[in-house]
């Protein structure tokens, strides 16, 4: 009833809006008379967009009174703009220069605009360099932004950081949310493990630097990871696209698109990749870390007028990897008994690593890794032309089911025979926003957002035959009781049910002919509530007091039921200058709070007792504040700089404890830490021919004050099980990142189709950075540089053929460092992929 009733208000809004249709006709070539397919054509009072057909030509009807404006914009192009007279909207002939950079269009700010022209630090990467340059996932795409990083030792342990910041490094906790916002078409993905999946018919990816919370319904403390998909066209087009390499990798793409009726398009897409392992289990005889990805996206486009526009899409994503299998990367003496040494405990059991040397990329793992993992979801977008604005409706609903397994010694002992965590999650939101110009001096973006998430999580842990000398705190020999730990087990039940909602704007006004004034605000309230349950069983069965309190060192009942809300208001000033049009300079002050925290994973205990005051994690509170200029000294050359400082109090962090049964270790507050930088974003276009981009990044990371933090490995079992780390490094920055590519280019036909012979090579390098929430001397991953090269031939219509190959230089470098179950002293290491290579070929039109 409630459709129906949609649907008719729907129709009769059309009618009684609707006009009388103007039709504008023509084409779209370059300045050798070639026609240019795809071309993006947009009707600027309305912001209607369509696409040149693959000759070139475009036929748009409007309701817009002539005379209005029509702007052009093709990537490889400068835009143009053209004024449609009465008696000239036929026959068109558009020509586009292809002698300068092409102007990036941006959305960040809810509407198109120049990104040279916003006073936001950001970094658009197009769909064809996201593809051309085998980047199918994030963890690729940070390779050409090197203020991204992105940490991932499995789907579910993924930190998507901007400039070192956003989450909690290494093991992933479920009960805080990410301080980087990850979209997809406006919707918020609140899972990390979005992240780790492939990119399905990308146009465009905007990383947007910095609190972003007045601008986006969910709250974003550190940045934006924004990806436009391409939409449904009435212009009917295809493209296929395959690529072999080595390793066995093979990955297919497919998307096609065009109209249903006269007023409904349809798009849809497809990817799948496979490929070998990379590290060899001499245990099982196979090789392990494979690919294993599939992933599928429909939309419907229906346009009942000139001024509505309704998306429905649906997207489902599949990963079946035998993989995420880490490789003991070193051996570290704690300050622990001898008797309780890794190499000692190691001899005694009469055991063995496969290899010393990490990049053997040998294991002899006897618990299963598995990855396996689905996700997916429907969303609603509806956008309505008022006046010089637009109101955006977007509804959504996502799913994540998670289903692991693990071996969490990173050995061939029967130590954890079971280590599975398998989660279901599901989330609803909603956002309205208006975004548009009110008056000639002010326009504003404001809206509201809710969400809810339901997370639903079933551990099972349980040791064996060999648990009892990793676990042995004493000489007593009653560790070596028969039976006394194998099968001993734990299994959890955990639900998070969290709840959030926000009200959010932005005002932009135009002070002075070349002075903006930027205020924004932001109310945010989160409610959480947990539901842990953890019992015990298996084992030796006694009544033996003793064995039972030796039982208890490794696994203890557990069971707590916290909740918890948070309520605050946060804000941002922005002044910006533009003197000249290749110049736009801002300074920025804004506030922002990343919602409270639940512990999800377990509490560690004190004299037996479980810590329930740990359970809670206070929100961060972030003070920020940014100067840059964006300019363009030359008529092909852009140099954007951007200095920051970051201060947060409470902020939240990953603690590991040497307690075994707390899972991906506990979450805790460090009272302040800081974070300073700079940023260099450069592009430059000789000639047609010779294109060059270098992006560098300067980062410092500490911790300002953290008194009670937990030692580092090789001081457990010291005196004391905290140590004050205020001045060390925060995880996971290097001071020191950049990336660095050239193209270079000539026109030519390969068959029949026109296109351009290429050669490209791109270098993305990092200096070191600590691999331990408190700094160790150890778990450091030294720095590192990797090429990548591209050759062959490219074309916007037609075939595409080009060789590729990353990691030119075979570079051994380790991705992460994790310290293993127990803190008995041995580590692991997450590699990077060795050289790869390949071929792919791709048609559309």
């Given amino acids: 009833m409630k459709t129906r009733l949609l649907i008719a208000f729907i129709s009769l809004f059309a009618v009684f809006t609707s006009k009388a249709q103007t039709v504008i006709q023509g084409e779209v070539v370059d300045e050798t008379g070639q026609y240019i397919p795809n071309s993006r054509i947009t009707v600027i009072s309305t912001g209607r967009t369509y696409l040149s057909d693959s000759l070139g030509k475009f036929s748009i009807e409007t309701s817009e009174n002539i005379p209005f404006a029509v702007k052009f914009h093709t990537p490889g192009f400068q835009s143009s703009e053209l004024e449609i007279k009465e008696g000239t909207n036929t026959g068109i002939h558009v020509v586009l220069k292809d002698e300068a950079l092409s102007e990036v269009l941006v959305s960040a700010r809810r509407r198109e605009e120049s990104a040279q022209d916003l006073p936001i630090p950001i970094a658009v990467i197009s769909g064809a360099a996201v593809s051309e340059s085998g980047s199918f996932n994030v963890n690729r795409v940070k390779e050409l932004v090197p203020s991204v990083q992105l940490y991932s030792s499995n789907p579910r342990n993924t930190t998507l950081n901007i400039r070192g910041l956003g989450s909690t490094y290494g093991l992933t906790n479920d009960g805080i949310d990410p301080g980087v916002g990850f979209y997809v078409d406006g919707v918020y ?474 899972n991906r270790g506990y979450l805790a507050n460090a009272e302040r830490v800081r974070v300073f930088g700079v940023e260099l974003d450069g592009n430059i276009r000789f000639n047609e021919y010779v294109s060059l981009y270098a992006n560098a990044a300067y980062t410092e990371g500490k911790y300002v004050k953290f008194e009670n933090a937990p030692v580092p490995l090789e001081e457990t079992g010291g005196s004391s099980a905290y140590k004050d780390i205020s001045g060390s490094r925060l995880p996971g920055i290097s001071k020191w990142i950049g990336s660095v590519g050239a193209d270079f280019s000539l026109k030519g036909q390969l068959f029949k189709w026109d296109g351009r012979f290429f050669l490209a090579l791109d270098s993305y390098a990092r200096s070191s950075f600590s691999s331990s929430a408190s700094e160790s001397a150890y778990l450091n991953v030294s720095g590192y540089a990797l090429l990548n090269g591209r050759i062959g031939f490219r074309a916007g219509e037609g075939v595409s053929l080009f060789l590729w190959a990353r990691n030119l230089l075979n570079r051994d470098y380790y991705e992460q460092l994790l310290v293993a179950a127990g803190n008995a002293g041995q580590y692991a290491g997450v590699l990077g992929d060795p050289a790869t290579y390949g071929v792919t070929m791709k048609y559309a039109f």
């Fill in 189 to 662: 993905y609140a899972r990390p493990a979005a992240t780790t999946l492939d990119f399905i018919d990308v146009e465009q990816i905007e990383v947007l630097r910095g609190p972003q919370g007045t601008l986006f319904g969910k709250n974003t403390t550190a940045g934006s990871f924004n990806i436009t998909t391409k939409k449904p066209g009435f212009t009917p087009g295809a493209s296929f696209e395959l690529s072999y390499g080595n390793y066995g990798y093979i990955q297919a793409k497919a998307s096609i698109t065009g109209p249903v009726s006269k007023k409904i398009a349809a798009r849809a897409s497809f990817s799948g990749t496979q490929r070998n392992g990379t590290i060899y289990n001499v245990a099982t005889g196979k090789y392990t870390n494979d690919l294993n990805n599939q992933g599928a996206r429909i939309q419907f486009l229906y346009k009942p007028t000139e001024k509505i526009n309704i998306t429905l899409a649906g997207d489902y994503s599949r990963q079946r990897p035998d993989g995420y299998a880490q490789v003991i990367a070193g051996v570290v003496k704690t300050k622990r008994a001898d008797y309780r040494q890794f190499d000692r405990i190691i001899e005694d059991l009469n055991y063995s690593l496969p290899s010393e040397q990490a990049f053997d990329r040998k294991i002899d793992h006897n618990t299963v890794w598995k990855s396996n993992q689905d996700m997916g979801g429907v969303s609603l977008n509806t956008d309505f032309k008022v006046g010089k604005g637009k109101i955006t409706s977007t509804t959504a609903w996502r799913f994540w089911d998670w289903d692991p397994s693990n071996d969490r010694d990173f050995t061939g002992l029967d130590v954890l025979s079971i280590s599975q965590a398998p989660s279901k999650h599901q989330q609803w939101s909603q956002e309205v926003r208006y975004a548009g110009d009110w008056t000639k001096w002010l326009s504003a973006v404001a809206g509201i957002y809710v969400i809810g998430q339901e997370l639903k999580g079933s551990q099972k842990e349980e040791s064996g035959k060999d648990q009892w000398r990793f676990a042995q705190s004493s000489t007593s020999s009653l560790w070596q009781t028969p039976g006394l730990f194998e099968g001993y087990g734990i299994n959890t039940r955990s639900k998070l049910n969290s709840w959030s909602s926000a009200v959010f704007g932005q005002l932009d006004w135009k002070l002075l002919r070349k002075v903006h004034v930027l205020t924004g605000f932001r109310f945010n309230y989160d409610a959480k509530e947990v539901y842990f349950d953890r019992k015990t069983y298996g084992g030796l069965q006694t009544t033996d007091p003793a064995l039972i309190a030796l039982k208890k060192q490794v696994y203890t009942d557990q069971n707590f039921h916290t909740k918890t809300e948070n309520s605050n208001l946060s804000g941002q000033l922005t002044l910006s200058y533009k003197p000249v049009r290749q110049i736009t300079a801002y300074g920025t002050f804004s506030t922002s709070y990343k919602p409270v925290g639940l512990n999800l994973g377990g509490l560690p205990t004190e004299s037996g007792r479980v810590m329930t005051e740990l359970a809670i994690v206070r929100p961060e509170f972030v003070q920020h504040t940014e100067i840059g200029v964006k300019t363009a000294p030359l008529k092909n050359f852009i140099v954007n700089v951007t200095a920051y400082n970051t201060e947060i109090k409470d902020y939240q962090t990953q603690v590991q404890t040497a307690e075994v049964g707390v």
